[in-house]
């Protein structure tokens, strides 16, 4: 049985391992701002929200255990942090995985309506996917997405969800 809970100290080498293993930026990874998924004694998922200079919030490090991809583990996660988010949350991730991320109401904004204290990463992260499309021989894109929690909240209430 799967279990969600807020991330201690004793778990930072396991977050950080997982994170490497996943192939996920490994910069920020501070264990107060995770919640992981156990299974036992075994942690089998995690995730974050990052806190950047100036405030904004960002969605990020969601990785699952390679033999438990599939289970919603990274879906219990996501929702367990974005239930505490009160205001804006942002998150980046390649084009292809944008349909996930709009089941939890992000939406895929222009670079106009990213917050300033971010766009750096943005940047940084859209040369290192272009460097990445080189050595891979395969384009990859570059999504960034945003959730106002009020916008998401009254989506929940029209559709019901």
């Known amino acids: 049985m799967v279990e969600v809970r807020q991330a201690t100290a004793a778990d930072q080498a396991t977050i950080t391992a997982m994170i490497r293993r996943a192939r996920i930026n490994p910069m920020g990874l501070k264990w107060p701002y995770f919640v992981v998924a156990v299974d036992g004694d075994a942690v089998v998922g995690v995730a974050q929200v990052k806190v950047h200079k100036r405030g904004t919030r960002e969605l990020a490090s969601v990785a699952t255990a390679p033999d438990r991809q599939g289970e919603g583990i990274a879906s219990r996660l996501i929702g367990e942090l974005l239930a505490r988010e ?76």
């Not at 050595?135 to 009020?150: H, N, Q, W």
Request: glycine share 10%; net charge neutral; hydrophobic share 40%.
């Open 86 to 161: 009160a205001g804006t949350v942002y998150l980046y991730c390649e084009q292809k995985l944008v349909p996930f991320y709009e089941r939890f109401a992000f939406r895929e904004v222009a670079d106009s309506e990213i917050a300033g204290d971010l766009m750096g990463n943005v940047r940084l992260g859209r040369f290192f996917t272009r460097v990445g499309s080189v050595v891979m021989r395969e384009p990859i894109r570059l999504a960034v997405m945003r959730r106002d929690a009020a916008e998401a909240s009254t989506e929940s209430s029209v559709t019901g969800g």
